[in-house]
């Protein structure tokens, strides 16, 4: 069963770091493209980060310079670093597969598969 | 960056109605639009690519039209477990990816 099962989640102060896991099974994320997304408690959905199966990645302008996305392909495993934590980094963080259609050999930025997603709280 | 802009933000249905949700991009993103429900405390699920390919799994009820800069998801028929929020989300350029912000459909 291809499946995605975030960790690291939790209350951490302003200016503080965390660093959430993201570990992949049924698929080889190495040979995927990956995304962080985020959604604020009673919001909508934000795209923030994105890692190719080059290691080319791409960020929103709101985390830029503070968080970082990588991946461990031994581990099957993709990571986002946060640093500089803000109040407003509050949110249900997801990481999600950016899609990819079998029959017509069609990729596309959107995500097919998404994990359960972590809670980050930034809060004194 | 591409504005993405849903509209209802919310709407009441009964069971069996016909729903329409429609998006709305700054700019023509050429058909590069995903449709995706999501559920109180749930990830979203992606029911749409490429503005009308429905994914494999999701039900016919579902449709996805448009063009543009404006495209519509359709329900045909609507079922108890449809009631969820919908988004789009453009993918046509990035940095960044862009979403709608959201369409509740609630029981009337």
């Known amino acids: 069963e291809v499946q995605l099962v975030e960790s690291g989640g939790g209350l951490v102060r302003p200016g503080g770091s965390l660093r959430l896991s993201c570990a992949a099974s049924?698929?080889?994320?190495?040979?995927?493209?990956m995304n962080w997304v985020r959604q604020a408690p009673g919001k909508g959905l934000e795209w923030i980060s994105y890692?190719?199966?080059?290691?080319?990645?791409y960020y929103i302008d709101s985390v830029k310079g503070r968080f970082t996305i990588s991946r461990d392909n031994a581990k099957n495993s993709l990571y986002l670093e946060m640093n500089s934590l803000r109040a407003e980094d509050t949110a249900t963080y997801y990481c999600?597969?950016?899609?990819?259609?079998?029959?017509?050999?069609?990729?596309?930025?959107?995500?097919?598969?998404w994990g359960q997603g972590t809670t980050v709280t930034v809060s004194s | 960056d591409i504005q993405m802009t849903q509209s209802p933000s919310s709407l009441s249905a009964s069971v069996g109605d016909r729903v329409t949700i429609t998006c709305r991009a700054s700019?023509?993103?050429?058909?590069?639009l995903a449709w995706y429900q999501q559920t109180p405390g749930k990830a979203p699920k992606l029911l749409v690519y490429?503005?009308?390919r429905l994914r494999s799994g999701v039900p016919s009820r579902f449709s996805g039209s448009g063009s543009g800069t404006d495209y519509t998801l359709t329900i045909t028929s609507l079922q108890p477990e449809d009631f969820a929020t919908y988004y789009c989300?453009?993918?046509?350029?990035?940095?960044?990816?862009?979403f709608g912000g959201g369409t509740k459909v609630e029981i009337k």
């Open positions: 999600a597969r950016d899609g990819f259609d079998v029959l017509t050999a069609y990729s596309f930025h959107a995500f097919d598969v």
């Open positions: 049924g698929f080889s994320l190495s040979a995927s493209e």
């Open positions: 700019q023509a993103i050429y058909n590069s």
């Open positions: 490429a503005a009308s």
């Open positions: 890692i190719s199966s080059d290691d080319t990645v």
């Open positions: 989300q453009q993918y046509y350029t990035m940095p960044p990816l862009t």
